[in-house]
């Protein structure tokens, strides 16, 4: 009789041992299967454009770097073009594109915001964006940022080290009727400063912007900033030869003219990319309007000041914008 019972209990502990078994194989596979299923999910095919060579160390080479930090971070297949002709190719190479799946098109700059507004409604399904721009339709959303703040601080900085009270700005687009704060930040270190403010368009020749500066310096000008990304170079350049400090643009430029370049207002455009695929991949996807990117996207943000700043006048940017100045 014990020995029945024995057995029964025996018979029992396997019946459990078994059946935990097997619910953990049935657990195990139903994960991998789901696993495999979510490898299976093609990547989102996203193109890029970009009027700029990729290799131009600037602009450019930003919208690579935009595909790269996207593929690591989304389910993306990413295709980038340079040396666009917006006016010719957008629309011929967004058909091309669209025809082999790709859904979401971005383009790296103002110039394709026209571009895009007159062809998107001929594709329904495919989402546009533009990184800057002014051109919004229901399948075309403008991703853009106002870096006012830093600003401020890059003309406080030439406020600071001007000692002709005549500061030069050369931009590539004409913001000067904005509400921009680099002017508001020469006004904080003095207010009798002249601002001589100057547009190259970003297309212009390099030997362009090189004129305007030279013009700019015989004016008096003893710091410029300059705001051309692909002619940047050649202004720092020439206003290293001649004495003059700079500001730099969307880098940090103190590599050109380390005695010479008092900071760079940077901008992480590649982080610009991150937004719009995060966007996408959300519950409520793009909302097809202007959006500004602030510093909780991290796509603006002022590089270390030059050797040239005491820590006096350091403390004197610290105090007035509650920030920590790098240096």
Known sequence: MEAKKQVKYILGITLIVVSIFVIFLVFKSSQIMDDMDASEVAPTKVLILTTDRLNDQSWGSLAYKGKILIEEEYNVTAEVLGEVDEEKDTSSIVKEYVDQGYELIIGHGREFSEPFYRISNQYQDVQFVTVHGDKTANNLAIYTFNQNEIEVIAGMAAGLKTKSKKIGLIDAVNNKQKDWGFSQGIEYIDDNIELIYKVVPERTSKSEAKSVAADLIDQGVDVIYTKGNSYNQEVINYAKENGIYTIGYLEDQSYMAEDKVLTSVLND???????????????????????????????YGIAPFGPMFSEDEIRTIEEATELDIPH
């Open 269 to 299: 455009v590649p982080m610009a990319y991150n937004a719009i695929l995060k966007d996408f991949f959300s519950e409520e996807g793009i909302q097809f309007e202007k959006q500004y990117l602030d510093d909780n996207d991290g796509v």
